[in-house]
């Protein structure tokens, strides 16, 4: 008597025959009508490739963007846990061409004893005056020399939007709306700095048009302290912004004025300007109908805009606040492969160049200078004021500290802890009041290490730190300083004389009563 096959496993049996004569028969991928259901092994390990090698193959300083190490020192400082590390570096210094060393001062000016050493948090305002040089009605002093990138609601979700500006009011730093607009998540509290893009979000009428009532009217109703216009992206230069159609939300597309569902491209040019001096000519108009400071964001590839614009502003008495310069390892939650890979100039190269165009007609003490691409990193910032930064913008870093994975999963709408995605499933499993505590402890946590790192090269501020404070290795056996790796003249770099010794005023604390104070220095 024959034993009657049980009901699961008859049913089991029928699904792979039905999915084997299903691949003998398809035509799209020969591996599975060679080898039926076998096959399939094949496509569900490369769907979890990447998660594969980040928690079982790469080593500490393998994975890209951000490797293991560095991840590890964002997640430690966003919940304040151990972020030291033991045993020495695993960087082979030794051999690696292009690797950047500090180099520490026996003995610099009379720096204090700062709140570094007590645990406190470590105030860290900008070195200039954002809008000052050009007399803005609204000029004003950064609080924070590390502050939140443009980072779009749609792009992100509503819930880290919030998280990060939430944050942003803990830590006392600036948040960039990025160019989809100012939307209800960015109204927690922190202060922000408004992006104008392409498509002109948020201050543009029905026909897609920009409209000065409209831009006037959102900054009236919002703690808005500069504007931004939006040249390029480090990520995707020449290129407007992409929101696959799977992230146009309902919400997404009335804050944009955008169809639901369908993918939302920006133009990849301005409609209002068409050249330098067109370009000059707006923000003149916005600053004067705004009291703002207006700054314009740019990743660097031929410097013949930047030579326009720089003899333009040495000329006419017009001129842009503060220039944000992006590299081309920026991030950005979608883009073409060739864009990500290979458009647009690396961020020290790129900001050299910007910079340098401006120091070569003194006008570099006019502008505020902000650096982006991974500029989140201690060592990565500090090469960067070396450089002429007076501030740093942080995305993807930030991004990390709210709970990211570097899943990559940006561009699909499937990011799993609910950061880059508008999947309401995926989204309500990020708490915006735990994670902004996280993105404040982050911002805060780097200021400290900014601070440390300017005291060992014996200076207040890290905006203070000269070039010849860094050297390249060339190899083994030699290194050259930063300023002769770029070309820098004597004094590039840092801030005008006035403006270096209001910043370590500023950062040299009162003295104990009965005591005096250490007499505020000028930077060399």
């Known amino acids: 008597m024959k034993r009657a096959v049980p009901t699961g496993v008859a049913a089991a049996l029928a699904a792979l025959g039905a999915l084997a004569t ?12 060679n080898f ?9 390990i490369e769907s979890i490739g990447p998660e594969l090698r980040q928690y079982l193959v790469a080593g500490n300083n393998e994975e890209r963007p951000f490797t293991r190490d560095q991840r590890r020192w964002v997640y430690a400082s966003a919940k304040k846990e151990n972020n030291y590390f033991g045993f020495g570096t695993d960087n082979d210094l030794e051999y690696t061409a292009g690797y950047p060393v500090i180099k520490h001062a026996t ?19 900008g070195a200039k005056v954002l809008g000052g040089a050009r007399g803005r009605r609204l000029a004003f002093r950064p609080p924070s020399v590390v502050n939140i990138s443009a980072m779009s609601y749609g792009s992100l979700s509503g819930a880290a939007v919030e998280a990060l500006n939430r944050g942003a009011a803990l830590a006392g730093c600036l948040h ?18 408004f992006q104008i893009g392409t498509a002109y979000f948020g201050c543009r009428d029905e ?12 900054v009236a109703g919002a703690p808005v302290r500069a504007l931004e216009i939006k040249l390029s992206q480090g990520a995707k230069p020449g290129l407007g912004g992409v929101l696959p159609g799977a992230k ?21 040019r301005h409609a209002e300007f068409s050249d330098p001096d067109s370009l000059l000519d707006w923000v003149e108009l916005l600053a004067a109908e705004t009291g703002l400071p207006v700054g314009i964001k740019s990743a660097v590839g031929d410097l013949g805009f930047w030579d326009e614009l720089t003899a333009l502003m040495d000329t006419t008495g017009r001129g842009v606040d503060f220039v944000t310069v992006d590299g081309g390892e920026g991030g950005t939650g979608a883009a ?16 050299a160049r910007v910079y340098s165009t401006f120091a070569r007609r003194g006008l570099h003490e006019q502008v505020t200078f902000i650096g982006a691409g991974k500029l989140g990193l201690p060592d990565n910032a500090v090469v960067a004021f070396a450089l002429g930064c007076d501030m740093v913008n942080v995305a993807r870093e930030a991004m990390l500290a709210i709970g990211c994975i570097q899943a990559q999963k940006c561009h699909t709408d499937t990011c799993p802890t609910g950061v880059a995605t508008q999947n309401a499933w995926l989204t309500r ?14 911002v805060k946590t780097l200021r400290r290490d900014l601070v440390k790192v300017a005291e060992a090269c014996g200076v207040e501020h890290p905006g203070l730190i000269a070039s010849g404070a860094v050297e390249v290795l060339d190899g083994r056996t030699a290194a050259t300083p930063l300023h002769e790796v770029y070309g820098y003249e004597s004094g590039w770099g840092l801030p005008s004389a006035a403006d270096q010794a209001e910043i370590a005023r500023l950062m040299t604390p009162e003295a104990p009563e009965g005591g005096s104070a250490p007499p505020s220095a000028t930077a060399t």
Request: overall charge neutral.
């Open 248 to 268: 146009v939300s309902a919400e997404i597309a009335a804050t944009r004025g955008v169809p639901e569902g369908r993918d939302c491209i920006s133009p990849s």
């Open 336 to 351: 073409p492969m060739i864009f990500t890979d290979s458009v647009s100039l690396p961020f020290q190269l790129g900001f």
């Open 36 to 44: 039926p259901v076998l096959g399939h092994a094949r496509y569900l």
């Open 22 to 33: 299903r691949d003998l028969v398809q035509r799209d991928h020969a591996l599975l009508r």
């Open 107 to 125: 003995f610099g000016r009379a720096v204090p004893a700062t709140a570094v050493q007590t645990g406190h948090d470590v105030e860290l305002p």
């Open 176 to 193: 960039n709306t990025g160019e989809g607009g100012l939307s209800v998540h960015h109204r927690h509290g922190g202060e922000l700095v």
């Open 429 to 442: 499993g990020l708490d915006p009041a735990l994670k902004s505590v996280r993105a404040a402890n982050y």
């Open 207 to 218: 026909h897609g048009r920009f409209d000065l009532a409209r831009l006037k009217d959102l």
